[in-house]
């Protein structure tokens, strides 16, 4: 069973960097044919894709977040983190991890529990 856990800070003030990270379990992010995302639900809206890695290290951009985005693994821990630059109210949401099956169209099959993430000052 994998197994995936966010952690990060819960409140971030604007302007600053949002850092999460996410430890997985049950399973290597190196596995053949599985990328790792991130995903966000802001409040009252629906789910948005930003990024993932791709089991081979291959990075993969939403392109309106591309310029403040940036995904990276470390897999001696089992982790992919997220770092989100120059963060505003509107980056405020639930964040997720989650694992996607690659192949001909989105096939996420296991999800963290999330992270509420608050942009204020």
């Known amino acids: 069973q994998v197994q995936l856990q966010e952690s990060g800070p819960g409140l971030v003030k604007p302007s600053q960097t949002l850092s999460l990270t996410c430890t997985v379990s049950?399973?290597?992010?190196?596995?053949?044919?599985?990328?790792w995302s991130w995903i966000r639900q802001p409040p009252g809206k629906g789910l948005e894709w930003m990024a993932a890695?791709?089991?081979?290290?291959?990075?993969y951009y939403r392109p309106s977040l591309r310029s403040r985005t940036s995904i990276s693994r470390d897999t001696s821990k089992n982790q992919f983190s997220l770092q989100v630059s120059s963060v505003t109210p509107e980056d405020t949401a639930v964040y997720y991890c989650?694992?996607?099956?690659?192949?001909?169209?989105?096939?996420?099959?296991?999800w963290g529990q999330g992270i509420q993430v608050t942009v204020s000052s």
């Open positions: 049950g399973g290597s992010i190196t596995t053949r044919n599985y990328a």
């Open positions: 989650v694992r996607e099956r690659l192949g001909p169209y989105p096939d996420y099959d296991y």
């Open positions: 890695i791709a089991y081979d290290g291959s990075t």
